[in-house]
């Protein structure tokens, strides 16, 4: 059997649909056998997106995503949408073409050494140097990406290995099962410190989003405010009454609140990053404690406070606290109520009707269109902070964005391979001008494999993050952030047969998502928002600077 | 002084005019920095971008390029270019933003090593722990991205680092200048062989182009043929009579028969790469020999030929070698002969008229159009080989094309750093519908900041040369290399402010071209061609496959 037979015969083994990528020399026997093989292949224009739409495939459905690209530049290409799958942890293998393993070294046409650049961004890296390793590579890659803390793992194929003969009796083999690190053994004295607390707060992170269910039965036995992180949103819904939003640079004051004024976080997969726990929104109690519950033990005692880690996956570590709690009450009935009433005073009306229009309002009406059956990726930068401020999300899976990365470009792509993993729901993307031109080519891809996403474009004409802190920060001198030449996103819409609609006033929005969502290609809704619109509140980095509210009230 | 300031301030001191970059929140000070400085920012659309303008400027200008961008993404975006500028050798430095050295490590937000991550495909790297150290990583970058085979060196520029205050006497410390490695101890030999030769013919590769004058002379000195690989167009010009032209897969037959029946080979910067030496395209005489002059000893003896190897910058090792041989060196006048009659065989007539129109014709219009001063660069893939086949290209410097790496998306990003290096001339882009699609943002640049070029599509709907292949040896199994809902590219080029042309006669290309030529803004031509055309001949590097001739008609 050929190498590239065994490789397409135990991806399909394993589940794969659906595989993106772009040809090249290195692959093109690789690219023969897909035309035999049950996997969709998506071709890409850009493998920077080949590597988002495995990403936001892996994301909607929970399942690793694949992407494929050629040996040099294909690899390179690669290299972004890896990092930012390794920075969220999402589960992804990156095959890479590769020259034959005779000509490694020398300079060969389109060559790189993909497993050492690929290194600092993967869970872990093979090169097939021997075509009866194949199977090892992919089995482990596999079991790799998936176990533990997810991530990108990266396979580099030399052309030579792949056209070569493999003995199919490899193909079947088992290798050993990699073991999960797990620590329980600070259970006793995590249910012990929920009994002393006072102010208890549990913060949901991205570790958390197949959890969901749990964290939710433990919030309600504890009646204790949830706050989440960005990669949070959705696995507690924003409806529940206790959820407090956001916590973070961009975060609700409602959720600052809670977490400066709490004795006890329970963390569940939340790695306390800096955009979420910074000493603005710190707990302020000196004798402040952390149940922190994660999977990867890398990630502990960064906070500082005092800690008791419990190393396990997110479902385990909450029923067996759950378990451990046992059924004595547990009740802090004015932390509660405070809490109540701290989340309705800090409710704000984004339904603003002025011109230029604010993007708040663009918020407001999103949040009236999409509903269970959506999925929302964001780009990067205010747009992608209006959207984890102000969108209710209420299931896990329903809100796709590059957090710790922080990916100009993610949005699109991401959408695109949500949908082909969903092709049952309906996607939603939330972007700027800036992010959607460095991937404006994949409305091509959208069309071509009909995948029809709505793209919404938030177009104030500049770098709008980069503007806002050059106006905080850096008084008000503005340096490359402004776009100028931006092309008209409606007309190179229309150009790659998708549709277009162009918004300048706030009453128009609401038909306009409508007529976007409704349709069955995708549509492109441009609407021109205030370039000195601010997400605000924003938490400077700097503790001595104070908190900028602008104009909330709260 | 700010660490920001001493940055900005030693780069202008270097003479450096241009900086091409994207903003994010770790180089933020820098940018505030560069509001005041008179270096000139050209704000990018991606920053694979950034680096590849920054390569063009360097090809184009003979002095580096920089490029800047933020710390995660930015920096991993570089990736592409900077990988593209190292398998070329282009000399560049590669500025990043990074985290504060207190949080390295701690996965904060928009990290990542990108020192390992660069590792593999640059010269060099520095990352500034120390603001003190800031003035050391820059010089010795400028040096290093140089000296020797050029090529790009990385410097990884922690905020709280370019935030602190440097000592300003530290700015002006010399370091030491780096040895340039030499070894000319073949060197008698060298001259032996060459006087004892045949069919003695000159390789030019791209390490060759400081060397243009020297390399005429030893050819007229020696009466020997000179083949060029993709790098090298220019260096001797296209219309020389001893000039065969290009050497490869996608080369001209002149070149190969005179390479096949040499007896020693004169390498002038040429590292016989798999594109260009391959077994049916290497010299056939099993007596024959190599006079290889190169800067990077790693690249000597690859061709298995008993080799005299001049490791030497190769203007210096062809002057030496002209004054070893001249006057006394009688030229081999029938060697000298056979190759201007392979020359005037090779000489087929690409003003071939039909429709759909075929991309020999557009490369026939295109050299009515260009002048010794005009600045071509290319795509990747079929556009390329057809532009570097019969395009006449007089000077080097003129023809900027991604010859190791094969990047797809050089040619326009790569065309406008070089309109900014050199803003009196006309630069054109050839370029596939594949490859414009992955950069085609970077029209917003060229408007933005005013540096027009032409840019010629060819579109034929497909990945081109992956097609070829699938065609000549995949039995025409076409897997994922039909381009379906490529863009209207006129309509697109219009809708970033530029003009644009669309093509679908051959009667028609001679004026659009001129019209794009002509406009001072950037003009897109798009011309429909033949996707059923290939690039031929074509050379299998497996002796034992036949060439494909297709409309070549060339015998002897």
């Not at chain 2, 996965?107 to 520095?126: C, R, W």
């Not at chain 2, 050819?219 to 296209?238: E, F, H, I, K, Q």
């Not at chain 2, 219009?365 to 290209?393: C, F, P, R, S």
């Not at chain 2, 199994?477 to 006129?490: I, N, Q």
Request: charged residues 20%.
């Amino acid at each position: 059997m050929r190498g590239t037979k065994a490789l397409l015969s135990m991806l399909e083994n394993k589940g794969v649909d659906t595989i993106f990528g772009y040809p090249g020399g290195s692959v093109i026997s690789i690219y023969d056998e897909l035309l035999d093989s049950s996997i969709r292949h998506v071709l890409v224009r850009h493998e920077q997106c080949a590597a988002h739409m495995a990403d936001g495939y892996a994301r909607a459905k929970g399942q690793p995503g694949v992407c494929l690209a050629t040996s040099g530049p294909g690899t390179t290409n690669l290299v972004t949408g890896i990092a930012t799958a390794f920075a969220d942890s999402s589960p992804m293998i990156a095959l890479t073409g590769q020259v034959a393993a005779g000509s490694l070294g020398q300079g060969a046409f389109q060559e790189v050494d993909a497993y050492s650049l690929l290194m600092p961004i993967t869970k872990h890296s093979y090169r097939v140097l021997d075509v009866n390793r194949l199977p090892h590579a992919i089995q482990e890659a596999w079991d790799i990406c998936q176990m533990g803390r997810r991530g990108p793992v990266h396979i580099d194929l030399p052309v030579d290995q792949m056209n070569a003969d493999i003995d199919e009796s490899l193909i079947n083999e088992k290798f050993g099962v990699k073991p999960i690190g797990e620590d329980l053994s600070g259970l006793h004295e995590a249910v012990l410190w929920i009994r002393e607390s006072k102010r208890p707060v549990i913060l949901v992170g991205g570790g958390a989003i197949d959890a969901s269910a749990e964290v939710m039965e433990l919030a309600r036995i504890m009646k204790a405010p949830v706050v989440n992180t960005l990669m949070g949103m959705g696995i507690v819904p924003s409806s529940y009454e206790m959820n407090m939003g956001p916590l973070g640079l961009h975060g609700r004051l409602s959720a600052l609140t809670m977490s400066t004024e709490a004795d006890l976080i329970i963390s569940i997969g939340s790695r306390f990053s800096d955009r979420t726990y910074s000493p603005h929104d710190r707990m302020r109690e000196p004798r402040g404690r952390v149940i922190h519950i994660d999977v990867d033990a890398t990630e502990f005692g960064k906070h500082r406070h005092e800690c008791v880690n419990l190393q396990a996956d997110a479902k385990k570590a909450i029923r067996s606290l759950i378990c451990a709690l046992g059924s004595a009450p547990l009740s802090w009935s004015q932390w509660t109520e405070y809490a109540l009433g701290v989340k309705r005073s800090s409710a704000c009306n984004p339904d603003i009707s002025c011109t230029p229009i604010a993007p708040q309002k663009v918020m407001h009406e999103i949040n009236k269109v999409i509903d269970d059956d959506t999925i929302v990726t964001t780009d990067v930068g205010q747009n992608q902070m209006w959207a984890m401020h102000y969108l209710n999300i209420e299931h896990p899976r329903q809100f796709l964005t590059s957090g710790t990365f922080g990916t100009m470009g993610f949005g699109l792509p991401s959408a695109i391979g949500a949908k082909a993993a969903r092709p049952d729901k309906k996607v939603m993307t939330i972007t700027g001008d800036g992010g959607l031109q460095m991937v404006i080519q994949e409305l091509a891809t959208s069309v071509a494999d009909n995948l029809p996403v709505t793209i919404v474009l938030l177009n104030n004409g500049c770098l709008g993050m980069i503007r806002q802190m050059q106006k905080y920060y850096w008084n008000e001198r503005y340096s490359a952030e402004v776009l100028n030449d931006d092309p008209d996103f409606v007309t190179v819409a229309k150009g790659f047969r998708c549709k277009g609609i162009h918004v300048e006033k706030p009453e128009e929005i609401g038909d306009a998502l409508r007529q976007a969502m409704d349709s069955d290609v995708t549509t492109l809704v441009e609407i021109m928002v205030d370039p000195d619109a601010d997400i605000l509140p924003m938490l400077p980095m700097n503790p001595n600077i104070p908190i900028i509210k602008g104009g909330v009230h709260y | 002084m700010k660490g920001t300031k001493a940055l900005v301030t030693m780069l202008e001191r270097k003479g450096i005019d241009t900086i091409f970059g994207y903003p994010g929140g770790s180089v933020i000070p820098i940018y505030d920095e560069l509001y005041d400085s008179s270096l000139r920012h050209i704000l990018v659309r991606h920053e694979q971008c950034a680096a590849h303008m920054a390569d063009g400027y360097a090809r184009a200008s003979g002095r580096p390029g920089v490029c800047l961008a933020t710390s995660g993404p930015g920096a991993t975006n570089l990736v592409t270019g900077v990988a593209t500028a190292y398998a070329d050798s282009v000399p560049m430095i590669a500025l990043t933003g990074q985290v504060g050295t207190g949080s390295l490590g701690l996965g904060a937000f928009q990290e990542v090593d990108a020192y390992s991550l660069l590792m593999p495909i640059t010269k060099h790297n520095f990352r500034v722990l120390d603001v003190n150290r800031l003035p050391h990583a820059i010089t010795e970058a400028w040096e290093i991205c140089q000296t020797g085979r050029p090529g790009p060196v990385h410097i990884d520029l922690p905020v709280d680092q370019m935030n602190s205050d440097v000592d300003e006497s530290v700015l002006d410390k010399q370091y030491g200048t780096k040895p340039l490695k030499e070894d000319l101890s073949d060197f008698e030999e060298a001259v032996m062989w060459i006087k004892d030769a045949k069919r003695p013919i000159i390789l030019v590769g791209g390490g060759a182009v400081g060397a243009c004058d020297e390399i005429m002379e030893l050819s007229r000195l020696l009466g020997a043929p000179v083949n060029t690989t993709l790098m090298s167009m220019g260096v001797v010009p296209s219309d020389y009579d001893l000039c065969m032209g290009p050497l490869g897969m996608h080369g001209r037959m002149s070149a190969l028969h005179a390479m096949n029946e040499a007896d020693l080979i004169i390498s002038v910067g040429s590292r016989f790469s798999d594109r260009t030496y391959s077994a049916r395209s290497r010299m056939q005489d099993p007596n024959g020999k190599v006079v290889h002059i190169d800067l990077d000893a790693t690249e000597f003896n690859k061709h298995k030929h008993p080799s005299a190897n001049l490791q030497c910058d190769s203007r210096k090792a062809v002057r030496m070698l002209i004054d070893a041989l001249s006057p006394a060196y009688v030229p081999r006048s029938e060697w000298t002969e056979r190759a201007r009659m392979l020359k005037g065989r090779c000489a087929c007539d690409p003003d071939i008229t039909s429709t759909p129109i075929v991309p020999q014709k557009v490369m026939h219009e295109i050299n009515k159009v260009i002048d010794d001063d005009t600045i071509v660069t290319t795509d990747v893939g079929q556009n390329q080989m057809w532009a570097m086949h019969y395009l006449n290209i007089s000077k080097p410097r003129r023809f900027l094309s991604s010859g190791t790496f094969g990047t797809m998306g050089y040619g326009l990003p790569a065309a406008i750093g070089a309109k900014a290096a050199k803003p009196d001339s006309k630069v054109m882009a050839i370029t596939g519908d594949g490859g414009f699609q992955m950069v085609m943002q970077e029209m917003a640049t060229t408007l933005a900041e005013d540096l027009p070029v032409t840019v010629v599509l060819l579109n034929n709907g497909t990945l081109g040369m992956v097609r070829q292949w699938q065609k000549l040896f995949w039995n025409e199994r076409y897997s994922a290399t039909t381009l379906k809902c490529d863009p209207d590219f006129v309509k697109l080029a219009e809708s970033f402010g530029a003009r644009g042309i669309r093509v679908e006669r051959p009667g028609e290309i001679a004026d659009a071209l001129k019209q794009a030529m002509d406009c001072d803004r950037t003009c897109l031509v798009e011309i429909m061609v033949d996707p059923d055309e290939h690039v031929l001949p074509m050379i299998p590097a497996d002796p034992k496959q036949n060439l494909v001739m297709g409309r070549c008609g060339f015998s002897i």
